[in-house]
């Protein structure tokens, strides 16, 4: 399978505990984003890396939140200290862009967080 | 602002009728691109067009086609003869060339198609 993989599929954690998900993009795509979407809404950026540089960042997004992509390969999404408004479904996308434009966005099946 | 509205909540239809989904967006880029996409319940997001900004041609692909018009900033997906494996969550999307390559999504249209 050629298309985005991302690990775990389920995760169920207890409130304050630190979890991290993966994500392995597909292979010649330089571009890797991560997702949040939580039930009946489009899903929320959060951020993009083009290779191994972190370009954007959402506002949004909390200091308990970081990601990295070592290597422009994989990326990992850490969440500390997790809440239970972190309950939602993580998606990670990858596309390949050069300069300006983009090409469409494939998206993994997610990793499903549940904080109790 | 980027903005990417779906007005449409939910729609149900009758197998075989035909049925357009709206999408209207905001953006102050001149060059951008829009899409759509399929989350049936399996809850993987799946690719069906890309359009860019100079393009407005309207595509058809097989039962399903987009009409593109930027004097109304929209991007309308038809499904012709629907069937019941239609019945999913769809997205329109806006991504901007010079502001950043983020993908701006709408709230999303849950289609049900009853057989």
């Known amino acids: 399978d050629t298309g985005v993989s991302q690990d775990p599929r389920h995760k169920i954690t207890k409130r304050g505990q630190n979890v991290t998900f993966r994500c392995d993009p597909i292979s010649e795509h330089n571009r890797l984003y991560w997702y949040r979407q939580t039930l009946g809404q489009g899903p929320e950026f959060l951020t993009y890396?083009?290779?191994?540089?972190?370009?954007?960042k959402s506002r949004l997004l909390s200091d308990r939140f970081s990601a990295e992509r070592p290597k422009g390969s994989f990326s990992t999404l850490e969440i500390q200290r997790t809440e239970q408004g972190d309950s939602a479904m993580y998606l990670c996308?990858?596309?390949f862009g050069r300069g300006s434009g983009n090409t469409e966005a494939f998206f993994g099946q997610g990793t499903r967080l549940t904080v109790v | 602002a980027q903005k990417v509205t779906q007005a449409q909540t939910e729609i149900s239809v009758v197998e075989k009728e035909d049925v357009t989904l709206d999408c209207v967006y905001e953006t102050r880029d001149t060059t951008y691109y829009l899409f759509w996409y399929k989350q049936p319940p399996s809850g993987e997001l799946v690719f069906l067009i890309r359009?860019?900004?100079?393009?407005?041609q309207n595509e058809i692909s097989g039962r399903y086609s987009w009409n593109f018009q930027k004097s109304t900033s929209s991007f309308n997906f038809t499904i012709t003869a629907s069937q019941v494996v239609d019945s999913a969550v769809y997205f329109c999307a806006l991504s901007e060339v010079f502001t950043g390559n983020q993908f701006y999504f709408g709230t999303g249209t849950s289609l049900t198609v009853i057989p």
């Open positions: 359009r860019n900004s100079f393009d407005e």
């Open positions: 996308a990858s596309s």
């Open positions: 890396f083009q290779n191994e540089a972190q370009l954007e």
